[in-house]
């Protein structure tokens, strides 16, 4: 059997010829082996019928006038059993009405009246023969799209799943993310909470100035749109840009900078190196040990510790150098109104606008101004309070002694009316108030 396909050449397509003349028969076959093309002859229509089973043609060349069954009548058969061949039928003049019929009957392809030209019926034979590979190369490249529109859909199913399995992953990861960005903030926040109370409990630092600087820092920072890494670093630079002062002499600290000695000035400046050494094991602090350490820089390089200008400087440091500053100039003011100090602190730290600090940012602190004194922090879990700020329920943090080292109270005491009286009492009968660090109220 000859296996047609679409790239198959038209010579090596079958043809069927079915006459009950042996002559035709013969004639078809010289002149189509003669012209290349492969041949199968057969005398009857019931013979020719059975060949269908096992046997694929490109072309039917049938005659009409046969016994038993006409050729109309067998090319309708053939139809139905291959209906990709293509049918030509023989006929002579007399046939012409059953010839029209067969047109319609059989849905012949052609026909050839006898006797025929060999030119005109070698041209139909190669149309035919050419049709039907046109229709063998449609039917394979429908298969093929059809083939691959399945396998689009499964593809497309599989991408759904996919994406849908990747998405919930992603949606996981995600979560991890979150939750473990909201562990690094509340580990960094505890961390600074830490160390904002031993500042807080130093009594020549002051927890109050550490806090307004943290506010300050906070409105820059919004102010400048900051990224909400940076927004969230900037509380803390202000928390904490005295801690490294709690390893130095507290000669260094207990009175303004001004009134130290050169040497002792030189020292007090330190502070930020020994605060960058005492956060390097908390490498999640990394960037707030940079803020701290560069407090100093100043916008033209004429600062410390490096010398730094400009945007080498980093953001963090810039706003809290502002900051502190800004807080050093509102204590230094000799208004009594609380609302012309900040006034006088705004335009103190204005004369210095591109030269110690970055124009930007004194704009950002300008813009802010009218939020600096309005601004309350909770940071810390510890308050410093002396026994006339008492309240009841407030919870005693750490253990309370007297000045001879015994134990009034003991940490986690909550103050009710008699022991904040009794604490007054003493209190009263002492040189400096006592430094009662006390827990948020119950």
């Known amino acids: 059997m000859t296996q047609v396909t679409p790239s198959t ?8 010829c079915i006459d009950d003349d042996e002559i035709v028969l013969r004639t078809l076959t010289r002149l189509l082996e003669v012209n290349g093309l492969s041949v199968i002859v057969c005398d009857n229509p019931q013979s020719a019928l059975t060949l269908f ?6 072309l039917i060349i049938s005659d009409m006038r046969m016994p038993v069954m006409n050729g109309a009548e067998f090319l309708e058969k053939a139809r139905a059993l291959a209906p990709d061949t293509q049918r030509i039928l023989l006929t002579g003049y007399a046939d012409i009405q059953t010839t029209l019929a067969a047109v319609n009957q059989g849905q012949i392809n052609g026909y050839i009246q006898k006797p025929w030209q060999n030119d005109l019926l070698l041209r139909s034979i190669r149309d035919s ?33 996919r994406v849908e399995k990747r998405t919930l992953q992603i949606k996981q990861v995600l979560k991890k993310l979150e939750d473990a960005n909201e562990r690094e903030k509340q580990e960094h926040k505890s961390t ?30 919004l102010y400048l749109n900051l990224s909400q890494k940076s927004i969230d670093l900037a ?57 701290i350490y560069y407090q100093f820089e100043r916008f033209n390089g004429n600062g410390m510790p490096k010398g730094l200008a400009g945007n ?14 800004y807080w050093d ?12 100090r900040h006034d006088d602190a705004l335009e103190s730290v204005k004369l210095y606008s591109g030269s110690f600090y970055h124009p930007k940012i004194v704009r950002a602190l300008e813009a802010s101004h009218a939020k600096l004194h309005e601004q309350k922090s909770s940071a810390g879990s510890v308050l410093i309070c002396n026994a006339h700020e008492l309240k009841e329920q407030m919870v005693l943090g750490h253990a309370l002694h007297s000045h001879t080292g ?23 009968k002492k040189p400096t108030p006592f430094r009662i660090m006390v827990k948020t109220a119950k």
């Open 53 to 58: 089973k096992n046997h694929e043609f490109g």
């Open 235 to 291: 509380p803390m630079a202000g928390y904490l840009a005295q801690i490294g002062l709690l390893a130095m002499d507290p000669d260094l600290y207990k009175k303004p900078v001004n009134r130290l000695s050169e040497q002792q000035r030189k020292t007090f400046y330190t502070h930020p190196s020994t605060a960058q050494l005492m956060l390097m094991p908390a490498i999640h602090l990394h960037d707030l040990s940079d803020a």
């Open 312 to 325: 080498d400087i980093p953001i963090g440091a810039m706003v809290l150098g502002l900051a502190r500053d």
């Open 329 to 340: 100039a509102f204590e230094q003011s000799n208004a009594s109104d609380e609302k012309q």
């Open 129 to 161: 023969l050419e049709k039907f590979a046109l229709k063998k190369q449609n039917q394979k490249l429908e298969a093929q799209v059809k083939a691959q529109n399945q396998e689009l859909l499964e593809l497309n199913n599989s991408l759904e799943q």
């Open 406 to 428: 015994i134990m009034l109270l003991p940490k986690g005491h909550v103050f009710g009316s008699k022991s904040i009286e009794k604490l007054q009492q003493l209190e009263s």
């Open 192 to 221: 600074v909470e830490l160390l904002y109370n031993f500042v807080n409990a130093n009594p020549y630092l002051d927890g109050n100035k550490a806090q307004n600087i943290a506010n300050t820092c906070t409105q820059i920072a």
């Open 9 to 16: 050449p038209i010579n090596q397509v079958d043809v069927l």
